[in-house]
């Protein structure tokens, strides 16, 4: 344990000290073994949520919206299946797969399908094809002097696929963080009978509720216009205050603070408040946001780190991982997150509170800017390398209900001291803002999205440390909170029952579906899975489905039986069934474990 740890710290340091500058840009999501044939189609993380990639028959590269439109119309005259597939492909669900069958379908990348159309200074909108990368977008805005006002915090995701799962950032105030909120106008290239149609939709037209948030069962998104504001300043101030009753303050928080949100490391009994406002343009500063975690880092850290969390699963060492995390969220948080004063001109960082643009603070990503390809270093998950591996259950609750969901998580994380510090190797519980909406996939309520980011064994069939308590908390935020899950992130449990979530929004979005693509060529298992259709289930039984999210527990086999793991209730929220560890291994908390599950 001891050894564990210290090379782990070693490791830790290092990744702040060390910046090398050629970063590796992920590779390419489809590969082909002839020319643009017979090809693979896989995601930035190798693979989706059930360790799966796809084979397609081909891959299309269209860069104009003729093009995209000969594309769609020869493949729907052949009645071949399609999906769109995006630069990175950053969704963890098996979204980009077509469906039919295996190696029939047709992939059709936005890779080339990225300009700037047109720029309407008058009323601040802006129109693009929809793979341009936000970065891209949100640099050709600030250079006319434009802002999206809310985004995700990630730079390497295209406009087409985070409105596809309905991205977002973090604000209660005006129509919130969802970046289809500012969506004015979208044109769709569909299938029909006698090929393809174009379909535009303005503002006035219901069916851009359907198409702002549409996981790309419509057709091919073309081209978006998304209503932008005048450039403005914020003024950003990570306060780190202790946890005590933190939950009752976060309704308000979100009431006054317009990109504010939350994190939480529960075993470190610490919460950050990202005080973040909105400030004239004026006011001095030039502060950037080059996020610590979305940095290139050199390839033999990441995989040292890894490594070492890897031994402290492997022993079980519950306090290991729990020394890991306060080195690791302390150094995190006295470097400032990767915020900078100064755009990195002086000192990184100098301190509270970093001004700047709109531009330069909503999102970060230096990892994908290099076109080196030694990958000395890479971003953190790049699958080339043996780094990063992990879960994501990212659901949002309505805001009147995290009081109690953190109420119960602080409950089992009282039962089980520690089980929680794996968490904080990642981003501890994020806690972000977003509206309800009118698109029929957006939300329902106002609510708060909690991303929690953990550990994934190589090995499918392997159990975390603590598997029982994320596994609680993850059944918890979805059935007793009736949480709705993120479309991009989420492993496949996430979106058991999700029609019956979205009630008639649900079926309004289905009618549009059927009259858009009544073929459903644009249509999988998974889509149908998760959006309740023709008898399909993101759920996938077997031996250890459970320990991947594949299935909720029924029976011990669905855990880990020879490893000690079974099908248990939860200790707080006791209809949850959870793979546990039985035996004793680490003593003082297994066995506080052990009693618990016997009640
Ligand atoms: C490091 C990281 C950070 C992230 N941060 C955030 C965050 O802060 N907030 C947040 O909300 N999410 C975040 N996400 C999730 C991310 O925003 C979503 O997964 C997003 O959908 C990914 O966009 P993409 O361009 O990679 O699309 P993909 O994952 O490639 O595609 C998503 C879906 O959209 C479809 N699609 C894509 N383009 C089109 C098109 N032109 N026409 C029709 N269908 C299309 C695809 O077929 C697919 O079904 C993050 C993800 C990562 C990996
Ligand atoms: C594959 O498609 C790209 C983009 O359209 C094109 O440039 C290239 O020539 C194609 N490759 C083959 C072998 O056809
Ligand atoms: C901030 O944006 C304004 C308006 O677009 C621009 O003039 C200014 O140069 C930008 N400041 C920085 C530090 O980039
Ligand atoms: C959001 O919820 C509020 C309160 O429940 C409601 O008044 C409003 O109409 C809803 N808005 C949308 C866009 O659904
Ligand atoms: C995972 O481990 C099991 C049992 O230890 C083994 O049978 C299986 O081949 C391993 N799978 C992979 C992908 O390594």
């Known amino acids: 344990?001891?050894?564990?740890?210290?090379?782990?710290?070693?490791?830790?340091?290092?990744?702040?000290?060390?910046?090398?500058?050629?970063?590796?840009?992920?590779?390419?999501?489809?590969?082909?073994?002839?020319?643009?044939?017979?090809?693979?189609?896989?995601?930035?993380?190798?693979?989706?949520?059930?360790?799966?990639?796809?084979?397609?028959?081909?891959?299309?590269?269209?860069?104009?919206?003729?093009?995209?439109?000969?594309?769609?119309?020869?493949?729907?005259?052949?009645?071949?299946?399609?999906?769109?597939v995006t630069v990175y492909s950053h969704s963890?669900?098996?979204?980009?797969?077509?469906?039919?069958?295996?190696?029939?379908?047709?992939?059709?990348?936005?890779?080339?399908?990225?300009?700037?159309?047109?720029?309407?200074?008058?009323?601040?909108?802006?129109?693009?094809?929809?793979?341009?990368?936000?970065?891209?977008?949100?640099?050709?805005?600030?250079?006319?002097?434009?802002?999206?006002?809310?985004?995700?915090?990630?730079?390497?995701?295209t406009i087409g696929g985070l409105l596809g799962t309905g991205s977002h950032g973090s604000s209660h105030f005006g129509k919130g963080s969802a970046v289809h909120e500012y969506v004015v106008r979208m044109r769709l290239v569909v299938p029909s009978q006698s090929g393809a149609r174009i379909i535009d939709l303005g503002e006035n037209d219901d069916d851009l509720?359907?198409?702002?948030?549409?996981?790309?069962?419509?057709?091919?998104?073309?081209?978006?216009?998304?209503?932008?504001?005048?450039?403005?300043?914020?003024?950003?101030?990570?306060?780190?205050?202790?946890?005590?009753?933190?939950?009752?303050?976060?309704?308000?928080?979100?009431?006054?603070?317009?990109?504010?949100d939350v994190t939480w490391y529960p075993s470190q009994e610490k919460v950050m408040f990202r005080d973040d406002d909105r400030v004239p343009l004026s006011t001095l500063g030039a502060g950037i946001n080059d996020f610590t975690g979305f940095r290139e880092q050199p390839s033999f850290l990441i995989t040292t780190t890894r490594i070492a969390e890897e031994l402290a699963e492997f022993a079980e060492d519950s306090l290991a991982k729990c020394l890991l995390a306060k080195v690791y969220v302390t150094t995190l948080l006295e470097t400032?997150?990767?915020?900078?004063?100064?755009?990195?001109?002086?000192?990184?960082?100098?301190?509270?509170p970093i001004i700047g643009n709109q531009s330069d603070l909503q999102a970060?990503?230096?990892?994908?800017?290099?076109?080196?390809?030694?990958?000395?270093?890479?971003?953190?998950?790049?699958?080339?390398?043996?780094?990063?591996?992990?879960?994501?259950?990212?659901?949002?609750?309505?805001?009147?209900?995290?009081?109690?969901?953190?109420?119960?998580?602080?409950?089992?994380?009282?039962?089980?001291?520690?089980?929680?510090?794996?968490?904080?190797l990642y981003s501890g519980f994020l806690m972000r803002f977003v509206r309800n909406s009118t698109a029929y996939l957006g939300k329902t309520e106002d609510a708060v999205e909690i991303d929690i980011t953990y550990y994934r064994s190589e090995n499918g069939t392997v159990p975390r440390l603590h598997e029982d308590v994320l596994e609680e908390i993850e059944q918890m935020v979805l059935f007793k909170y009736n949480g709705l899950p993120h479309w991009g992130k989420n492993r496949n449990i996430g979106f058991m029952g999700m029609r019956e979530k979205l009630g008639s929004k649900g079926d309004k979005f289905v009618d549009v579906m059927n009259r858009f693509d009544p073929e459903g060529l644009f249509s999988s298992d998974w889509s149908d899975a998760v959006l309740g259709l023709r008898s399909k289930t993101p759920v996938i039984d077997g031996d250890g489905c459970a320990l991947e999210g594949l299935c909720i527990c029924s029976t011990d086999n669905h855990c880990a039986p020879s490893r000690g793991y079974l099908c248990r209730p939860g200790i707080v929220y006791t209809e949850a069934r959870v793979c546990r560890k039985t035996s004793r291994v680490v003593p003082e908390i297994e066995e506080a474990d052990y009693e618990r599950s016997e009640l």
């Open 1 to 84: 344990m001891a050894a564990t740890t210290a090379v782990t710290l070693v490791v830790l340091f290092l990744a702040f000290v060390a910046n090398l500058v050629h970063a590796s840009p992920p590779g390419p999501m489809v590969t082909c073994s002839s020319g643009n044939t017979t090809c693979i189609v896989s995601n930035a993380l190798g693979s989706f949520s059930d360790r799966s990639t796809c084979d397609v028959a081909s891959v299309a590269y269209p860069t104009t919206e003729t093009e995209l439109f000969n594309v769609v119309s020869d493949a729907s005259l052949r009645k071949q299946y399609m999906k769109v």
């Open 364 to 424: 970060a990503g230096s990892c994908l800017d290099s076109n080196e390809n030694n990958l000395l270093t890479v971003c953190a998950w790049d699958p080339r390398i043996k780094g990063l591996t992990y879960h994501q259950t990212a659901v949002s609750i309505p805001v009147t209900s995290i009081v109690d969901f953190i109420g119960d998580v602080r409950k089992l994380n009282e039962a089980r001291p520690g089980s929680l510090c794996g968490t904080e």
């Open 209 to 260: 509720l359907a198409a702002k948030v549409s996981l790309g069962v419509l057709g091919v998104i073309s081209q978006v216009t998304l209503q932008l504001q005048p450039m403005f300043k914020r003024t950003i101030t990570n306060r780190v205050i202790s946890d005590v009753d933190f939950e009752s303050a976060v309704a308000s928080f979100a009431a006054k603070t317009e990109f504010g």
């Open 92 to 157: 963890i669900p098996k979204l980009s797969c077509p469906g039919g069958q295996s190696g029939s379908g047709l992939a059709i990348s936005t890779l080339y399908y990225d300009k700037v159309l047109e720029v309407d200074l008058e009323a601040n909108q802006m129109t693009v094809q929809s793979g341009i990368k936000l970065g891209d977008f949100i640099q050709a805005a600030a250079a006319v002097g434009l802002a999206l006002p809310y985004t995700p915090y990630w730079l390497g995701i």
């Open 336 to 352: 400032g997150l990767g915020y900078e004063n100064n755009n990195g001109r002086f000192l990184d960082f100098t301190g509270y």
